[in-house]
């Protein structure tokens, strides 16, 4: 291979393979990192063309990186992978019907007000008594297993789900510490958004000045885990401008905040990703347990935490605590390092106690969109997280990402032992009774 290659150090050792979660579940060689890295010397090499079958065992990387932090010899395959993806998008490779999919998700996925226009519809149905008999009955499974797979994640949609967007300057309760921006997230405005509104609560009862540019869209997030790099760097662009602009009409920012890790791992990528000339964003970017791990909690903040109410509705107490299992999103710990902050502002809830899934760097089956274009693998990966995660006796998981708690919800519905999933600053926000 070319010097240099990200591939050159894979001795083949096989240590990726228990991170691996398309090894798990599908247990062939072609389709782990390990693998791949063959594939990928065999094509340069001329010993084998990227066909469809070929590349099928592409698309069934899930882009966890967790083998990145598994292998001994640091190979980059997260760069192997992202090199890749966007061969995928050749015609030849997908099948029609592959392809219309994927074009209708990254047409509606990125634009919440397309997303809220093909909601507004569905809106007395999500959450219902009707959808829970109809999927009781199984009907569902008469779709097809992709649109299945959407009508399994469809939750009940609150009333913020359709707007509208905060935007503006929304001032620091008390002396102000900071000013930052905050990217809202267009999968998690539209399907969580308590979670936005409760950052915002927590920022600014923490001295912080939040700052949010109107008509804000996507971050890339959901066409760059797909290779699409043009509109990636179109949706980047806009988004940097707006950022930009506020900035200097409200002044300099400490820092761009996002509180979904798939949208953080592609914000953190902007320097590569912004087309050539592009300024960027007018700050650094920071998950929002980083920024508030690195300012510190504010002191009053700090002193209004209370316990929070057990699964009866009675308060929490040192000699029966709250249990909490915290699950690592993909791209926060494998892809931006992220592990320690999460839980330290867990633990400043008083009466938290916090337990470990027994593998919590595998990946839970979300992953962007894979959860709808490969749902068998995806649902496999679900159920195996779900198990995990009420194996710890939690009374609830903390998932930081969007898309791994609407994929968390779904299969942990369907556990033995059903258990709620939240936000960090969800829990932060009802400790400190902001509402």
Request: proline fraction near 9%; aromatic fraction near 4%; charged fraction near 20%.
């Amino acid at each position: 291979m070319a010097p240099g290659n990200p591939a050159d150090p894979c001795v083949h050792c096989g240590f990726c393979l228990p991170t691996c979660a398309s090894w798990r579940v599908l247990g062939t060689e072609m389709d782990s990192p390990r693998g791949r890295i063959h594939t990928l010397k065999a094509i340069e090499a001329g010993e084998l063309t990227l066909d469809a079958t070929v590349a099928s065992h592409f698309d069934s990387c899930l882009g966890c990186f967790a083998c990145v932090t598994a292998c001994p010899a640091s190979v980059r395959y997260d760069q192997l992978i992202e090199a890749v993806r966007s061969q995928l998008n050749a015609p030849e490779l997908r099948s029609p019907a592959q392809r219309a999919l994927r074009r209708l998700l990254l047409t509606l996925l990125p634009y919440p007000r397309r997303l809220r226009a093909l909601l507004t519809p569905l809106a007395p149905y999500a959450g219902s008594a009707l959808q829970g008999w109809l999927r009781r009955q199984g009907w569902a499974a008469r779709l097809g297993p992709e649109l299945q797979a959407m009508e399994a994640l469809l939750p009940a949609l609150p009333a913020g789900a359709f707007g509208p967007d905060p935007s503006g300057v929304m001032p620091a309760r008390g002396p102000r510490r900071a000013r930052v921006g905050l990217v809202l997230g267009c999968v998690q405005r539209v399907f969580d958004p308590a979670v936005n509104a409760a950052t915002l609560r927590v920022l600014q009862a923490n001295g912080i000045e939040v700052v949010l540019p109107e008509g804000q869209g996507c971050c890339g997030a959901v066409t760059h885990h797909q290779g699409d790099l043009a509109g990636t760097g179109a949706l980047a662009a806009d988004l940097a401008a707006r950022f930009r602009a506020i900035a200097e009409r409200h002044g300099p920012l400490d820092a761009v905040l996002v509180a979904a890790s798939g949208c953080g791992h592609t914000l953190k990528h902007y320097a590569t990703l912004l087309p050539a000339g592009d300024a960027g964003l007018p700050a650094p970017v920071l998950d929002v347990h980083e920024f508030l791990d690195q300012l510190g909690l504010a002191d009053d903040f700090r002193a209004a935490l209370r316990p929070l109410p057990l699964p009866d509705g009675s308060p929490s107490r040192p000699e029966r605590p709250l249990v909490v299992a915290y699950h690592d999103a993909c791209h926060m710990i494998h892809g931006q390092g992220i592990q320690r902050q999460p839980r330290q502002l867990l633990q400043a809830i008083p009466h938290v106690q916090l337990r470990e899934a027994t593998e919590a760097g595998v990946c839970c089956g979300s992953a962007g969109i894979y959860n709808l274009v490969q749902p068998e693998e995806a649902a496999a990966l679900g159920r195996l997280k779900a198990d995990d995660l009420t194996g710890t006796g939690a009374d609830l998981a903390a998932s930081a990402n969007i898309g791994c708690t609407l994929q968390l919800r779904r299969h942990l519905a369907d556990a033995p032992r059903p258990i709620p999933v939240l936000h960090p600053l969800e829990l932060l926000d009802r400790s400190a009774a902001l509402r």
